[in-house]
């Protein structure tokens, strides 16, 4: 398959997403709509006390293989007993379904986190403050003026890094960004590590809200949207894997 921009239709993407959730055990949460597609939250608790897992796609709606990696994810069973699963999986229906980053009022949904304008960002918002807090969480993206994959840590407590892991498993799928300056900042092998305060940015992406309220440990990966849509999937699925085993094995 080509890196066109083809768009998803977002209510038979949901439907999918429904499905597979409800085999693997997932409880379904509408929290909006919009393009008559509902905005789904899908959560999976595990007995005892397990890592709280957040991941998010389908923000921005040229980037199809963010969506489809969870929803191969979920029909893979890679969500098991692990850890307490949340799962945010089409955050910009009107935007999947016309291929196009933005939502229907031109709202880029990924700088409306600080002062949100758009019933997306609020619906999700008002969502999110009834969460308890994560232990770990994964922003899914694609890049469509890399040639290679890339990554974000926001780690302002230095915690173990899962940054390198997931850079390495990546390259077994697609190649690596190794660019000294990705998106106007400081970057090596493929890991950019921004020294930002919240405060300073007046558009908050979901990533830094997340970090503000609700976790201090989060990425947002982006495969390259030049290469085809299942070397874009399988790389994203593998960084996922990876980061959700590092956060999962048993403590010694």
Known sequence: MSAVKAPLDPVALAARFETAAAAA????EVFGSAGGCPLLALSKRSAGPKPRIYLSAGIHGDEPAAPLALLSMIESGDFDQRAVW???????PVGLAAGA????AGIDLNRDYRSPESPETKAHIAWLQSQPNFDLAICVHE????TGFYLYELNPDKRPSLAENMIKAASKACPIDMSTLIEGREAKGGIIRPLLNPEERDKWPEAIYLQVHHTRLSYTIESPSALPLETRVSALRTALRT????????RG
């Open 25 to 28: 055990g997932f409880k379904k």
């Open 86 to 92: 949340i799962l945010c999986p089409i955050l910009n």
């Open 101 to 104: 980053r933005e939502n229907a």
């Open 143 to 146: 890049d469509w003026e890399s």
């Open 243 to 250: 980061a959700i085993g590092l956060v999962t094995r048993p």
